[in-house]
């Protein structure tokens, strides 16, 4: 039987810019070369008219969620027409859509987490995570399968939630590079940054990316210009900081434009030739749950990582040696001397040929279809 998709997406990710958006467009770009699919999106998103799958923004996001209600004859129209075999949700936010649909269709729920949003609402600060987390919980517990985005993440949700182990497995965040970038690529983009910004040959190249109104990367933000930069600059003269993002407050912004140490680029378009160009990717994060997407296509790039142990959660399985050094979480005299060590760029590190393989989409999705036909 061919494998037929009815993915449900709650939320803007067309077009996908940002690391969130990329995990569920990416997956289902990949996916839909292997399988039939159908996708259900909420109306504001975007749609290219040239997309190899179909994609039908009628749904409301998941601020008004329960609206979705008067469409359920309409997404059952859907199975029924498309001849869908598998019902898969991005996060929990629609999951009591997914489960009506199950009943009511006999079709298999399936159940694709980026993070467990609970978790993340109580570092938010949100007074209703508690609800959400008993929610979540019963989402999961209802879906035939769920994918979860690290390892770390899966057996959290499996204690936390009473989950049957058997029922639940990983989907990493993938990358559409297969190889190493070349020496003379990332010597050629560095060149450029140098040019650009009119700076010393010598100084040394940071970068760090990200949504920068999310509390978890705002946090990074006055990590980096109240804890890492002071500690920098009595020892190093010639470095910058790089800081590229879309959605940051008007404060944040000021703040940035007049730190003489940081580079505020706003939102680029193409992100690859930061990453390539660039000395090192720091990851002062402490807050949140999930993959760090930017940490996985920083790596990709051939870029060493400095982070904080909670934003390397993803990455136990391969041995990635110097390429990510992890500190503890809120030693940022270590994160700064970490800093001051990195080698300059001609001091090239390649990526482990494990990296490509476990993390490139190809081999996820394949891994996904196994779990899918079952």
Known sequence: MQLSVLGIVSYKVFPAHMGGQKYI?????????HAKLVLAVSRDNTVDRFSPYKVLPFLFNHWFGPLNIIYIYKLYQIIKK????????????????????????NKKLVIKSANIESLRFKDMGRSGWRLYDQYEGWVHRNAILNFFITDEEKKLAINRWNLLPATCETLKYG????????????????NLLIHEHNLNPHTKLFLFNGTLDYLPNSDALYVITQELVFRMESFLTHYKIFICGNQISSEWEKVLLQNPHVIYKGFVHDIAPYYKGTDCFICPITLGTGIKTKIVEAIAHGLPVIACRKSSEGFTDINLGKQLRIIDNYNWNAFADAMLEIDHYYNYIETPEAFYTAFNWETIVQDSILSLQK
């Open 25 to 33: 467009a990416d997956y289902y770009a990949q996916l839909s070369k």
């Open 175 to 190: 990358v559409k590079l297969k190889e190493q970038i070349s020496k003379a690529d990332r010597a050629h983009c560095r």
């Open 82 to 105: 498309e001849k869908i075999n598998v019902i898969l949700i991005d996060h929990t936010y629609f999951g009591w859509l997914g489960i009506i649909l199950q009943f009511i269709t």
